[in-house]
């Protein structure tokens, strides 16, 4: 019932910017925590950035002062600003929720489909 849709992915210029979106539905109570993660070509999967439910916000130190994570909360949309794009950028992009669905007792952890962002010249 619960889906997270990611939008936002595509090819870009170095030093060029792009924003993804996250787009959360479904029976959702409370939502903990979103975040987005990364997987290169090759490497294992990282996690990017992200946001608590008291809007704390935490990134790795590739990313630092040139990514920015924030929410909608009323839209229950999850973004990510990513300026200043190096090549060393490029991977696949995922949406991460950890939230308490409608008539369900613990949080569980959600992930979206997806979305490919290229940096090259």
């Known amino acids: 019932q619960v889906q997270l849709v990611e939008s936002g992915g595509g090819f870009v210029q170095p030093g060029g910017s792009l924003t993804l979106s996250c787009a959360a539905s479904?029976?959702?109570?409370?939502?903990?925590?979103m975040g987005w993660y990364r997987q290169a070509a090759g490497k294992q999967r990282e996690l990017v950035a992200k946001i608590t439910n008291g809007g704390s916000t935490d990134y790795v130190d590739s990313v630092k002062g040139r990514f920015t994570i924030s929410r909608d909360n009323a839209k229950n949309t999850l973004y990510l600003q990513m300026n200043s794009l190096k090549p060393e950028d490029t991977a696949v992009y995922y949406c991460?929720?950890?939230?308490?669905?409608?008539?369900?007792?613990?949080?569980?952890?959600?992930w979206g489909q997806g979305t490919q962002v290229t940096v090259s010249s």
């Open positions: 991460n929720l950890v939230a308490v669905e409608v008539g369900i007792w613990s949080s569980k952890r959600y």
């Open positions: 479904g029976p959702i109570a409370n939502i903990n925590a």
